[in-house]
Structure formats: structure tokens, C-alpha cells
């Protein structure tokens, strides 16, 4: 998949639990789990500019484009 969704390492960083950001950004630990884990199969801007204030990021700290051929992960 040539983007990557890296909210793990966001939250990470921020000592973020999934119930502490579901909460603060008012989404379903399933929807966000999705989210988290790469399934899903698109995000809305009001969701990743909600997501980024409640983590004090920008959108590409939290997706970050790579080819498919170089993509460690596949």
C-alpha cells in the first residue's frame, strides 16, 4: 500500500492511549483502530485536522507516502 498511516507512532509519542484519543477526537476505538492499523480506505480532511489538533502534528506526521516497490512492509 503506498500509504502509510503511522497514528501508532503519533500516539507513541504523545503517550496517547486509543480510548485517550477516541475521546478527544470524538471517533469509535473501531473506527480509529481501522485508522490506526491501515484498513482503511480513506480519512476526511475534518478528521485529519482534527486528529492533528488534538496530537499538535501536521497531516504528513501522521501519513506518509512510499512506493510500492520500495515499501518494506508488503
Known amino acids: 500500500m ?6 501508532d507512532v503519533m500516539m ?16 469509535s476505538l473501531s473506527n480509529l483502530s481501522i485508522l490506526k ?8 480532511f475534518s478528521t485529519l485536522e482534527t ?10 506526521d501522521i501519513l506518509e507516502f ?3 516497490q520500495n515499501d518494506s512492509r508488503l
Open 2 to 7: 503506498p500509504i502509510i498511516v503511522n497514528l
Open 12 to 27: 507513541a509519542k504523545r503517550k496517547m492511549s486509543l480510548n485517550e484519543l477516541s475521546e478527544k477526537v470524538g471517533m
Open 37 to 44: 492499523t491501515g484498513k482503511a480506505k480513506a480519512i476526511r
Open 51 to 60: 486528529l492533528c489538533a488534538v496530537l499538535n502534528c501536521q497531516p504528513g
Open 66 to 68: 512510499t512506493s510500492e
